[in-house]
């Protein structure tokens, strides 16, 4: 006849785990950052020049207070900053994403190369622009496959805003900010990053709504900024009930919607603690 009995359940085979979020560091600059020697702004001028007289509008280079007398700090200015201040934080970095909304003030080069010069090592080194508010969410998705793949151990999202813009441009940044999220394969403290979603807006009810407490006058950097600030502050990060943080927001002019889940880290078991085992009862035939 049958009989109950209690037998131990058999798990299913647990995935990787996400990569953590180890650091996430606001940068908030001004003039004195920029670098003494700033170079020669001509390039950038006959750039500006180029290109809206192949668009047909209105020359901006006509004036050049705005360059001349703005702060122009420029990308370079903010990653020699980044490095000097992070120091030992960069150690093991081996993958290196730059995020960008608008051109930078410099112009002659790429900061990325600067960044990947000045680290130990030889990270990989990736560059996301031109993408608004889906900047920072497409650059911790290339970040988080590597990481949890296998390929990297330890990565820098470096998401970077200039003001130094002529004027007509876009909404741009109202100050010259970076945050630096650095994102680790292994153990240790800090949530864990689910793989981010960048979708298009207006398609289905799940569309990401605006980040409400995201700083306005920041089209790339802003809810990464108020993750940063929230890290540093003595409440720590508002996760929800379920241990949970999303972080969405929507582009205002480009048509897209992302966002990403914080899982709050769970607490080391005390030594000597045996951990709960599931049950549940079965029915098993009795010979």
């Given at each position: 006849?049958?009989?109950?009995?209690?037998?131990?359940?058999?798990?299913?085979?647990?995935?990787?785990?996400?990569?953590?979020?180890?650091?996430?560091?606001?940068?908030?600059?001004s003039a004195?950052?920029?670098?003494?020697?700033?170079?020669?702004?001509q390039?950038?001028?006959?750039?500006?020049?180029?290109?809206?007289?192949a668009?047909?509008?209105?020359?901006?280079?006509?004036?050049?207070?705005?360059?001349?007398?703005?702060?122009?700090?420029?990308?370079?200015?903010?990653?020699?900053?980044?490095?000097?201040?992070?120091g030992a934080?960069?150690?093991?970095?081996?993958?290196?994403?730059?995020?960008?909304?608008?051109?930078?003030?410099?112009?002659?080069?790429?900061?990325?190369?600067?960044?990947a010069?000045?680290?130990?090592?030889?990270?990989?080194?990736?560059?996301?622009?031109?993408?608004?508010?889906?900047?920072?969410?497409?650059?911790?998705?290339?970040?988080?496959?590597?990481?949890?793949?296998?390929?990297?151990?330890?990565?820098?999202?470096?998401?970077?805003?200039?003001?130094t813009?002529?004027p007509?441009?876009?909404?741009?940044?109202?100050e010259?900010?970076?945050?630096?999220?650095?994102?680790?394969?292994?153990?240790?403290?800090?949530?864990?990053?689910?793989?981010?979603?960048?979708?298009?807006?207006?398609?289905?009810?799940?569309?990401?709504?605006p980040?409400?407490?995201?700083?306005?006058?920041?089209p790339?950097?802003?809810?990464w900024?108020?993750?940063?600030?929230?890290?540093?502050?003595?409440?720590?990060?508002?996760?929800?009930?379920?241990?949970?943080?999303?972080?969405?927001?929507?582009?205002?002019?480009?048509?897209?919607?992302?966002?990403?889940?914080?899982?709050?880290p769970?607490?080391?078991?005390?030594?000597g603690?045996?951990?709960?085992?599931?049950?549940?009862?079965?029915?098993?035939?009795v010979?």
């Amino acid at each position: 006849m049958p009989a109950i009995r209690t037998v131990r359940r058999t798990p299913a085979p647990a995935e990787p785990a996400g990569p953590r979020l180890d650091h996430a560091v606001a940068f908030r600059f001004s003039a004195a950052d920029r670098d003494p020697a700033p170079g020669d702004p001509q390039p950038y001028v006959d750039h500006l020049r180029a290109l809206h007289r192949a668009a047909g509008t209105p020359d901006p280079t006509v004036e050049l207070d705005w360059l001349t007398g703005g702060a122009r700090v420029s990308y370079h200015d903010m990653v020699r900053v980044v490095v000097e201040r992070l120091g030992a934080d960069l150690a093991g970095v081996d993958l290196v994403v730059t995020v960008d909304a608008s051109p930078d003030c410099r112009h002659q080069s790429f900061p990325a190369c600067l960044l990947a010069a000045a680290l130990p090592g030889d990270p990989l080194v990736l560059g996301i622009s031109e993408q608004g508010v889906a900047g920072p969410f497409t650059a911790l998705r290339l970040a988080h496959d590597q990481l949890r793949a296998g390929l990297r151990r330890r990565a820098l999202v470096l998401v970077v805003e200039q003001s130094t813009l002529p004027p007509g441009s876009f909404a741009g940044p109202v100050e010259d900010v970076a945050v630096a999220l650095l994102l680790d394969a292994g153990p240790g403290p800090g949530p864990r990053l689910e793989r981010p979603e960048v979708g298009v807006t207006g398609r289905g009810a799940e569309a990401a709504p605006p980040a409400p407490d995201a700083p306005p006058g920041h089209p790339c950097a802003g809810a990464w900024l108020t993750l940063a600030d929230r890290l540093a502050g003595p409440g720590g990060p508002p996760y929800g009930p379920d241990g949970r943080l999303v972080i969405a927001d929507r582009d205002p002019v480009l048509p897209y919607a992302c966002r990403v889940t914080l899982t709050r880290p769970v607490p080391a078991r005390q030594p000597g603690v045996l951990p709960e085992v599931a049950v549940r009862p079965v029915l098993e035939p009795v010979a």
